[in-house]
C-alpha cells in the first residue's frame, strides 16, 4: 500500500496500525514476515470500521486468530492483517446456552464450562487458540469436533452485514466449517452443553490434558497438527511409519514426540517448513498411496 492509503486508513481507524509489523511474533509457530499492515480492533464495532475502512480503500484483509494454526510466509502478508485476540473476554449464560466472543481464549471457554459443570466441550482441553479460530477450523480431539455443541454462530457476511446462523444452516466436516471459503468472519458462538458431574467433568479434562502432553510436542514453537488424519488412519502413524519421524530440513524439523508435528528449532523458516512438508507428504505417498492434506492455514505468499 502507498504511504497515502495507509495514512487515510490510520485516520479512520484512530492511528492504531503497525506497519512492517512482523508476525512471527503473532503465531506460535515462531515464523513469518511481516505485515504490511496490523491492526488489533477494541471490540466489534471497532472491528467493523476497520473492514469497512479497509474495503473502501480496497486493500486486501487478513483475519488472524491467536495465530495457533497458521504458517505465515518469510515475505509476509500483503494488505492488512487484523487480529481478533482478547484476553479479558469470559463467556455468559443465557437461556441455558453458553455464550462466547470469537476473539476470547478458547481455555476461558472451557474453564467457565467446567465451573458450571457443563459438559461436552472436555476434550477440548490444551487446544490453543481463540474460540473464533476453534469455530472455523472445526477443531477437536478424541473423534470429537467443537460444532457437535454448537447451537449457533454470529458473523459478519461477505458484506459486512451481521448475520446468525444456526447449527443446522452451518456445512461442518472434518477440521473444516463453510468460513473457510464463504469469507464470513466469526464473532461469537453459542453452545448447548449438558449437565454433568463437575469431579467427573475436570476428571476426564485432566486426564485428556495428561495424555496430550504426554504425547504431543510442547518443548519447542509449532503450530500443532500439521495435516488432517486420512478417513481410515492417522497422520501421524503414516509420517512415522514412512520413515519421517526426526527429519529436518534447515531448522524445521519433524517431531521426534509426535510425527504430525512440525517444530521451529529456532530460527526456522517457513520455507524450511513448506518444504519439509512436501518431503513428507511425498514420503508417505510413495509409501501408502495416501496424500496427507495440510492442516495448518498457509498466510502469505508462498509462490
Not at 8 to 16: N, W
Not at 221 to 239: E, M, Q, R, V, W
Request: aromatic share 8%; glycine share 8%; hydrophobic share 40%.
Amino acid at each position: 500500500m502507498v504511504n497515502s492509503v495507509i495514512d487515510k486508513f490510520r485516520r479512520r481507524v484512530e492511528q492504531r496500525v503497525l506497519t512492517k509489523e512482523p508476525l512471527s511474533s503473532y503465531t506460535s509457530f515462531r515464523i513469518g514476515g511481516p505485515a504490511e499492515c496490523l491492526y488489533t480492533p477494541y471490540g466489534e464495532e471497532d472491528l467493523v470500521c476497520a473492514l469497512r475502512a479497509a474495503r473502501a480503500l480496497k486493500v486486501p484483509t487478513t483475519v488472524l486468530g491467536n495465530g495457533t494454526n497458521v504458517l505465515v510466509s518469510d515475505r509476509g502478508v500483503e494488505g492488512l492483517v487484523v487480529r481478533l485476540t482478547e484476553t479479558s473476554l469470559q463467556p455468559l449464560m443465557e437461556k441455558g446456552l453458553v455464550l462466547a466472543r470469537a476473539p476470547m481464549p478458547l481455555s476461558s471457554l472451557l474453564d467457565f464450562a467446567m465451573h458450571q459443570n457443563l459438559s461436552g466441550l472436555e476434550y477440548l482441553v490444551s487446544i490453543p487458540g481463540t474460540v473464533g479460530g476453534a469455530v472455523y477450523m472445526n477443531a477437536g480431539s478424541f473423534s470429537q469436533a467443537i460444532s457437535t455443541h454448537l447451537a449457533y454462530v454470529e458473523v459478519l457476511d461477505r458484506n459486512l452485514e451481521y448475520v446468525v446462523k444456526k447449527h443446522e444452516d452451518v456445512d461442518f466436516d472434518y477440521r473444516y466449517s463453510e468460513f473457510q471459503e464463504s469469507g464470513a468472519i466469526i464473532l461469537g458462538a453459542a453452545f448447548d452443553l449438558e449437565a454433568g458431574d463437575g469431579a467427573t467433568i475436570r476428571s476426564t479434562a485432566a486426564r485428556i490434558r495428561s495424555e496430550k502432553h504426554a504425547k504431543q510436542s510442547w518443548e519447542h514453537p509449532n503450530a500443532g497438527s500439521i495435516f488432517t488424519n486420512p478417513p481410515t488412519t492417522y497422520a501421524g502413524k503414516l509420517i512415522e511409519e514412512a520413515g519421517c519421524k526426526g527429519l529436518q530440513v534447515g531448522q524445521a524439523q519433524v517431531s521426534v514426540k509426535h510425527a504430525n508435528f512440525i517444530v521451529n528449532l529456532g530460527g526456522a523458516t517457513a520455507l524450511d517448513v513448506v518444504r519439509l512438508m512436501d518431503i513428507v507428504v511425498q514420503r508417505v505417498y510413495a509409501r501408502f498411496n495416501v496424500r496427507l492434506s495440510p492442516e495448518i492455514r498457509l498466510l502469505g505468499d508462498f509462490s
